[in-house]
């Protein structure tokens, strides 16, 4: 019988022998040895498997990726740096100059400016669409030259829910991946291979990690895209790779062929690579991602409902309640609750939201989002602060958009700070 998932955040990846250590082990080695010089050869040339570097492989990070490949239900994983360095890989693995690909408009503004500014620099092209357009209108966008669709299952922050079916038809119908960024969600909530993705990213900073301790991230392949048969548009899978002797990827290496490239060749290269210590804090985060969630998830209801009811308040903004556009795709992807993360507005703009903040002393006021702690930001005067209202109201945030990451703290304290916050202003 196949284990629950509770279980795999336990016991998947470090599957220690006998006498060997039963916590996962820091690697701590930037090199690896071996005995004979012939050894070492086939290793630089693909036709063995081994470490030798951790610039490209450790076995600590190959632990914590095989976890996170379990959860999702993948075949291959590899750890990134950082959210960014997945979400880069992700694309840049598919995608050289002269190529196109589409993206959710909604997404995280880190994830936004890399593919609005950098990587357009690199002349790969990003068509940016709404995600709640029918799926007639979303046609329009593919070009001959388009090579990936990207969403995330939950955006941040404006928490928006993606379609999956519609996105995995209007992907597969022009014989391109979808890519979905995870984070928010976990696989805890929603395994988007089980919707027909064909690739997964996280930044594992949030929800994975949990505590605000490491920068990370993670890219999983389901294994199910046919790259072969969509051989013309990515040559880069299934045409001789001249720094590797003329190997053919998808040839080579079947299901493990997206991140067996993007370990050999983007990591080789541009070195986006997790420390193993990291790794080793993520693997703990793992461990009780499941209870976690389930928390954030209670508690942020709780918050959502709390919110919804006050005078004081103009809107809030959470996938569970019943009033949210989203509630029944939520429902429907994310049966078990969607993630901690809510946003509100306060009656009186702007200014009232800062006099608020300011009041809360559970709740600190962070450049973070989803870890145990309850936090916040208001964008309009944090990450967006050089916006005026009506620039801010282009890009989608109301002034007074407060984001709220619920922790997994006693509700009851969380919505009494609150209440005491409401009672000052
Ligand atoms: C934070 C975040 C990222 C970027 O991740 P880093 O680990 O900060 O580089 C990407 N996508 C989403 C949805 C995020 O929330």
């Not at 012939?38 to 951790?54: C, P, V």
């Not at 709404?130 to 329009?140: A, C, F, G, S, V």
Request: with cysteine; hydrophobic share 35%.
């Amino acid at each position: 019988m196949e284990r629950k998932i509770e279980t795999k955040c336990i016991h998947e990846g470090w599957k220690p022998g006998r006498g060997e250590s039963r916590q996962l082990p820091i690697y701590q080695s930037t090199t690896f040895k071996y005995d004979t010089s012939e050894e070492m050869g086939k290793l630089f040339d693909l036709e063995a498997e081994g470490y030798f570097y951790t610039r490209l492989q450790n076995p600590t990070n190959d632990a914590v990726a095989a976890k996170i490949c379990a959860l999702e239900g993948g075949v291959a994983a590899m750890l990134t740096s950082s959210g960014q360095a997945a979400n880069f890989y992700a694309i840049f693995n598919l995608c050289s100059a002269g190529d196109h690909f589409i993206a959710a408009s909604s997404i995280y503004g880190g994830t936004f400016n890399l593919f609005n500014v950098t990587m357009k620099r690199m002349g790969i092209d990003c068509t940016f669409i709404d995600q709640d357009l029918p799926e007639e209108e979303l046609e329009k966008y593919f070009k001959p030259n388009t090579k990936a669709v990207f969403g995330e299952t939950i955006t941040n922050p404006t928490l928006s829910i993606l379609d999956f079916e519609k996105f995995v038809r209007l992907a597969h119908s022009h014989g391109v991946p979808l890519i979905v960024d995870n984070t928010f969600a976990t696989p805890i909530n929603c395994r988007p291979f089980e919707w027909g993705a064909d690739i997964v990213t996280h930044s594992t900073t949030k929800y994975m990690d949990g505590h605000g301790i490491g920068v990370g991230g993670c890219i999983v392949d389901s294994g199910n895209f046919d790259w072969m048969a969509n051989a013309e548009k990515f040559p880069g899978l299934t045409t001789p790779d001249d720094s590797y002797h003329g190997l053919i990827y998808a040839e080579r290496f079947g299901k493990g062929a997206y991140i067996t490239k993007a370990t050999a060749q983007l990591m080789r290269d541009l070195g986006s690579t997790q420390s193993p210590q990291n790794a080793f804090y993520l693997n703990n985060g793992l461990e009780s991602l499941h209870l976690r969630m389930k928390r954030h998830c209670e508690n942020a209801l709780a918050v959502a409902q709390f919110l919804e009811k006050h005078e004081k308040v103009a809107w809030v903004n959470y996938p569970g309640l019943e009033s949210n556009k989203y509630y029944a795709l939520a429902k429907k992807y994310l049966p078990d609750g969607s993630c901690g993360v809510l946003s509100f507005g306060i009656k009186g703009g702007r200014d009232i939201s800062i006099k608020f903040m300011d009041k809360l002393q559970l709740a600190s006021i962070v450049t973070h989002v989803a870890d145990s702690k309850t936090c916040l930001l208001h964008p309009a005067s944090h990450t967006h602060r050089q916006l005026t209202d009506e620039q801010l109201k282009e890009a989608g945030i109301a002034p007074d958009l407060i984001r709220f990451s619920v922790g997994v703290e006693n509700v009851d304290d969380i919505i009494a700070d609150l209440q005491q916050a409401f009672e000052q202003i």
